[in-house]
């Protein structure tokens, strides 16, 4: 997968990590909001709940949905791209008692992370739709490479039309588009005021 080269892909990558460090220094991100989502409990404590493995969470934030998943049986490993995330996160753990591999890096970047998989279940809340469009697709493979056969991605986005920026949003067609091998299996629209939507893949059996 090709690395930026051009000084606009450079620049975006940029302001997306100080736009989240600044969210961060002011203690106040609107996603990281200390509740995890019903759609995760859903899915790991429903019907037809998958069997505790390892799961990987790309942006985690302060951990909360990574204590979560440890407190229900699962190996977790959670990667956030900004150090006071981290921190708090590794905070949160600890005071839970929770074991979690909390890693500080980029979720496009997962070879330099130290995350090697296979995974069972990847969780992302808001991170890839917040991507850059040239690092969707690293993205993707680096998920692709680590999940084990009939693993499960669970993602919250906003749509594209939610913020007036040429970076932000995602919509089923270019899931469907850019995970190849998965199978886009479920879009539930989100609760909140502008668009939103829960997305559920599910990686071939064939791997």
Known sequence: MREPHTAAELDQEAAVRRMLEDYYRDDAPPWDTGVTPPELIALVEGPGAPRPGRALELGCGMG?????????????????????????????????????????????????????????????LSCYCGIPAHRRDAYAAGLTERAAPGATLLMFGYGPEAFDDPISGVTADELETRFTGWRLTDVTPGTNPFPTAWFTLRRDLAG
């Open 64 to 124: 909360t949905n990574a204590v979560y998943l440890a407190r229900h049986g699962w190996r977790v490993t959670a990667v956030d791209l900004v150090d006071r995330a981290v921190r708090g996160a590794r905070e949160r753990a600890e005071a839970a008692g929770a074991d979690v591999d909390i890693l500080c890096g980029d979720a496009t970047r997962l070879d330099g992370v130290g995350a090697p998989g296979p995974y069972d279940l990847f969780f992302d």
